[in-house]
């Protein structure tokens, strides 16, 4: 049970608690944006090509967005602070491991690790925190300064890991979780209270299963096709067995009475819509934020450390803009909100495209803000309207399904944008060509999205058309739980 909030000292467990949640997500966090910044570091010490470091990035994405639903559920069943704890324990493990990784190979094996970590850690996180917070008011408060402190490791992330990149080389922007990782358990072992939900239904194994084999059989043709040929038997294997392995994951939750993914959600056009761009969200921004940083080093000749500060414009504007996205979409509705977000977005994608070798920084950071100002108003209303969709008794879940589906967009992102750079080189490009077209492509599969969204929705509800998001719980989304129970319970 959670701790009650009459019980003494309960105002300062709850403070310990609100630090301890908080500090875990800003880990999680942290490393989606500080490892961009020492990508070409990496390429240069560990002798690797660009195949390479998109598996770094997709390894560790990949087993978030596969595992994050069934670690919200596992939180539930298991115990929370328990979850938690041992998330936060191999999170930092993994990290260790990956800043003494002698080989790409040691690294990917630390950061699937890492993903792992991760997957329990930040539903976990979220669960002890709406456990602890039974009256809603003080749960919604709580879940804000969740959300905008721990948020702050997205705009840290480029420039810590310019800095500490450009320092000590890219072992330190793995190194420095250790630290914060210890702190965690040593206090969360004392503190936390545990608490659990009794109703948690079943950890869906076979879905779990499937649903990682087959994105990641899809992820490695995508990948690997670009260095090994789109024809070689091992890529079109590849392929034909990500469509088995899918196919076999809708088969199998379509009869499961307590599916990982309920597929009768998909019944509903404002879910579909709302998921469907929520992938082509996390699949343009982060498959273009995978080469800013190599943009500024091997384009533009930047050292690391100015490389870092010169990507700050994305996540900043994200940070500074997405608490303003839900209110915004309570007054101009969903699809004003989201087309325009996404419209936003393209536009500013395009115009990355067309930045060369000798274009001054001035004229390049705008673009990049426009960027992060359009994603930032798009991700929130996307979330909130998933919850709406279906309604408040599924809104974890919904929320959970939303941050999921981005999480597959990125893994996506990486691997498409990274085969377009490759393939443009193979044709005789230069790499700053490849990232052109790379740019290009992600702004107009954008764009294509917002009239997409902007067109299906013209003649929705206005329930659908005013859907309005919940509080925000990332940044970026307004997950009242990723993929855990939040109700206290």
Known sequence: MAASPAAPGGRSNRAVLLTVTCLGQFMVLLDNTIVGAALPDMQHRLHTQLTGLQWIVDAYVLLVAML????????????????????????????????????????????VLQGIGAAALSPASLALLAAA???????????GLWAGFSGIGLAVGPVAGGVLTDAFGWPAIFLVNLPIGVVL??????????????????????????????????????????????????ILGAFTVAVILLAAFVAVEARRSAPMLPLRLFRQRLFTVSNTAMVVVGFALMGSSFFFSQFFVYVQGSSILRAGLQTLPVSLA?????????????????????????????????????????????????????????????????????????????????????????????????????????????????FGAGLDTAFLAAGAVTLVTAAFTGLWLVRSKPAEDSATPQRSTEPGTVTTSNGASANGR
């Open 68 to 111: 994050l639903l069934s670690g919200g559920v596992f939180a539930d069943r298991f115990g929370r602070k328990r979850v938690y704890l041992a998330g936060v324990a191999v999170f930092t493990a993994a990290s260790v491991l990956c800043s003494f990784a002698p080989s790409v190979g040691w690294l990917l094996a630390g950061r």
């Open 133 to 143: 917070h039974p009256v809603p008011q003080d749960r919604i408060k709580a879940i």
């Open 185 to 234: 358990l040593l206090v969360g072992l004392r503190s936390l209270e545990e608490s659990r939900n009794p109703d948690a239904p079943a950890i869906d194994v076979p879905g779990t299963a499937l649903s990682a084999l087959g994105v990641g059989a899809l992820t490695y043709g995508l990948i690997e096709g670009g260095a090994r040929g789109w024809t070689a038997p091992v």
């Open 318 to 430: 994200m940070v500074v803009v997405s608490p303003y996205a839900g209110r915004l979409a309570a007054r101009y509705g969903f699809r004003v909100l989201v087309t325009t977000g996404l419209a936003l977005a393209g536009l500013g994608l395009l115009a990355l495209g067309t930045v060369r070798a000798d274009t001054g920084y001035g004229n390049v950071w705008w673009r990049l803000a426009v960027v992060g100002v359009g994603f930032a108003l798009t991700m929130s209303p996307l979330t909130g309207a998933a919850i709406q969709a279906v309604g408040p008794q599924e809104g974890g879940l919904a929320s959970g399904i939303s941050s999921t589906t981005r999480q597959i967009g990125a893994v996506l992102g990486v691997a498409v944008l990274g085969a377009v750079v490759r393939t443009r080189q193979s044709d005789g490009a230069s």
